[in-house]
């Protein structure tokens, strides 16, 4: 009987690869060869799977923004709590709070830079940021009682909420940057508090 390959699996073997060398090496160093070896792959059996280390890449990226967006949608089918401790554990998908996410961000920052000339890297890049800033709009949305974003790219209705969810997704930003350029003074401990802090400030101020 013919073994049965998963191939799906095979490629999400190969991207967890490329993190792990990204994250070690960085981005310049990363490559089919290298990632291969990482795998504990030839280079030609990787190429079977990515033709290209342009494609590989691409699917690389765009495994950790799916892996991101389940987390939330994750969230959002099984909210708990109220809406600034909703909030807080929506922006932490985003943050380098754990080894996981750490890589996340590592990687996604690693490759920042090269989107930028990268026609199929930046439409990956791009739906990061509007992923990015829908969350930032729901959190916003919930914390000053105001109607949800109507799908993912729309604006919230109301202008202020909508300034104040533009700030929020810019905080997310740095707070991830921080967190990864300055670890030992920027733990998870402290991000998280920030969070929660900065949240606060969005909230009705009560009469």
Not at 93 to 101: A, G, I, S, V
Not at 187 to 204: I, K, W
Request: hydrophobic share 45%.
């Amino acid at each position: 009987m013919p073994r049965i390959v998963d191939h799906d699996a095979r490629r999400r073997e190969i991207a967890a690869a490329l993190w792990r060398v990204v994250r070690t090496a960085g981005v310049h160093d990363t490559s089919v060869r290298t990632v291969a070896a990482e795998a504990g792959w030839s280079a030609g059996a990787l190429r079977h799977y990515f033709p290209t280390q342009e494609a590989l890449f691409a699917f690389a990226l765009q495994l950790m923004t799916e892996q991101t967006g389940a987390r939330v949608r994750g969230l959002l089918e099984h909210e708990q709590g109220d809406a600034l401790e909703r909030g807080a554990q929506l922006v932490e998908q985003f943050l380098p709070l754990d080894e996981t996410r750490r890589g996340e961000c590592l990687v996604w920052y690693a490759f920042a830079d090269r989107a930028r000339l990268d026609a199929v890297l930046s439409d990956v890049r791009e739906s990061g940021w509007h992923g990015t800033r829908y969350v930032a709009r729901i959190v916003t949305a919930d914390l000053t009682g105001t109607d949800r974003p109507a799908g993912l790219r729309a604006e919230l209705a109301d202008r202020d909420a909508e300034e104040r969810a533009g700030r929020l997704h810019v905080l997310i930003d740095g707070w991830a940057v921080q967190g990864i350029s300055y670890p030992d003074v920027v733990t998870a401990a402290s991000l998280s508090a920030q969070v929660r802090a900065e949240l606060s400030q969005t909230l009705p101020r009560q009469t």
